[in-house]
T-cell receptor, first 114, second 109 residues
Framework: ETGVTQTPRHLVMGMTNKKSLKCEQH?????MYWYKQSAKKPLELMFV???????ENNSVPSRFSPECPNSSHLFLHLHTLQPEDSALYLC?????????????FGPGTRLTVL | GQNIDQPTEMTATEGAIVQINCTYQ??????LFWYQQHAGEAPTFLSY??LDGLEEKGRFSSFLSRSKGYSYLLLKELQMKDSASYLC??????????WGAGTKLIIKP
């Protein structure tokens, strides 16, 4: 595997379900990001981790819970989501935060909440 | 507040040239990125500008004017595979990426 991978690619869940999204980067980077992408809207930064420490939480509802066990893996745990949470969830990585380093993106998880 | 503006959608003909504009108002400036995103795929890096002027990379060029808060992406000799969304993003004073909503480019034969 190379680059940034995400699983699953597609997820359909009910509002009472609990699921997790997984991201893995094979680039030796130290920073990882979760973004939400909705149609015709800018990418919304959700969470940032730098060297496994969370450095950003952009007022994300508590029904989204991130986890970063090491610099290569990032999870987004989902529970009691709402239909408006349906979107493409993108994971990205970069060398580190606090610089202009290019971010490398995974293909995303297309989430549908029924 | 911080704001990035780019056209929602553009249409161009195969073999032609198209210019996608991006204007920004941000808290500080530490560079501007252009990314390409094909439908259902990851955004991929195209260019990074931090100084004024034109950066050319094959069929793609990116221009920056910091005094005007303006950038454009120029695509030459358009190919059908260039049909994609093009995302403009500015690095602000806190080194956070501020994203535009993207421009969907449709290429017609």
């Amino acid at each position: 595997e190379t680059g940034v991978t995400q699983t699953p690619r597609h997820l359909v869940m009910g509002m009472t379900n609990k699921k997790s999204l997984k991201c893995e980067q094979h680039l030796g980077h130290n920073a990882m990001y979760w973004y939400k992408q909705s149609a015709k809207k800018p990418l919304e930064l959700m969470f940032v981790y730098n060297f496994k420490e969370q450095t950003e939480n952009n007022s994300v509802p508590s029904r989204f819970s991130p986890e970063c066990p090491n610099s290569s893996h990032l999870f987004l745990h989902l529970h009691t989501l709402q239909p408006e949470d349906s979107a493409l969830y993108l994971c990205a990585s970069s060398q580190e935060t606090g610089t202009y380093n290019e971010q490398f993106f995974g293909p995303g998880t297309r989430l549908t909440v029924l | 507040g911080q704001n990035i503006d780019q056209p929602t959608e553009m249409t161009a003909t195969e073999g032609a040239i198209v210019q996608i504009n991006c204007t920004y108002q941000t808290s500080g400036f530490n560079g501007l990125f252009w990314y390409q995103q094909h439908a259902g795929e990851a955004p991929t890096f195209l260019s990074y500008n931090v100084l004024d002027g034109l950066e050319e990379k094959g069929r793609f060029s990116s221009f920056l004017s910091r005094s005007k808060g303006y950038s454009y992406l120029l695509l030459k000799e358009l190919q059908m595979k260039d049909s994609a969304s093009y995302l403009c993003a500015v690095v602000d004073s806190n080194y956070q990426l501020i994203w535009g909503a993207g421009t969907k480019l449709i290429i017609k034969p």
